[in-house]
């Protein structure tokens, strides 16, 4: 098979982000049997292409960069696609600046480097984990949503039907005009309503 179509058939995408290449080498070779594409970038700036081009699931970032810093760019990435899981990876030293980026929502988990290999894959099989659950929130956010619109549209209809029963008992409109209106349903039954109106009118006129 082409090395590009099976790519493109793997379901999740993981973005690491460091400026030493030796550290993506490494982070490369240790995901490289997993059912993951694996995209890297050298620097804030030529991640944010990457996201801007490609769907990502989680991006691994380093926290001490040249010019934009990790906690920066998962801050941004926040912003913009709130949707990625964001991990960081940092030194001793600068944990007190990435667990304060935690407490803000910014980092999902940090890890300290150097990492143990099996920590950090699991850190990441927990961030896939966590991606799909708040995919699948959305997704039911959105039915319901969906969901409500529809009981809107029905309900109206229902009010709609409601007049039309009462036009129709006081003969202001015709039987089967109203039958038109409730085969329509949701479409042009105002529209219906308003034209039988006015032949009722024309009708008294005439009478």
């Not at 997704?139 to 409601?162: P, V, Y």
Request: glycine share 2%; with cysteine; aromatic share 8%.
């Amino acid at each position: 098979m082409d090395e590009s179509l099976e790519l493109k058939n793997l379901k999740y995408a993981i973005l690491f982000v460091d400026d030493e290449q030796s550290i993506l080498n490494s982070l490369a070779r240790l995901f490289r049997n997993s059912a993951y594409r694996i995209m890297t970038a050298s620097s804030a700036g030529e991640a944010w292409k990457i996201l801007k081009d490609h769907p990502i699931h989680v991006i691994v970032t380093d926290y001490r960069m040249p010019g934009i810093n990790g906690v920066e760019l998962l801050k941004r990435v926040k912003m913009v696609y709130p949707g990625i899981i964001r991990i960081m990876l940092t030194g001793y030293a600068d944990t007190a600046a990435v667990m304060e980026a935690v407490n803000q929502g910014a980092v999902y988990k940090f890890i300290a480097k150097p990492w143990n290999d099996d920590e950090l894959r699991l850190a990441v099989r927990l961030a896939l984990a966590q991606y799909d659950l708040m995919a699948e929130n959305k997704r039911l956010k959105d039915d319901r949503t969906e969901q409500i619109k529809n009981i809107d549209k029905l309900s109206k209809f229902i009010n709609q039907s409601r007049l039309a029963d009462q036009m129709l008992e006081s003969r202001l409109i015709r039987e089967q005009d109203v039958s038109k209106a409730r085969i329509f349903k949701y479409r042009p039954v105002k529209r219906c309503l308003k034209f039988s109106i006015k032949w009722a009118w024309s009708m008294r006129l005439k009478s």
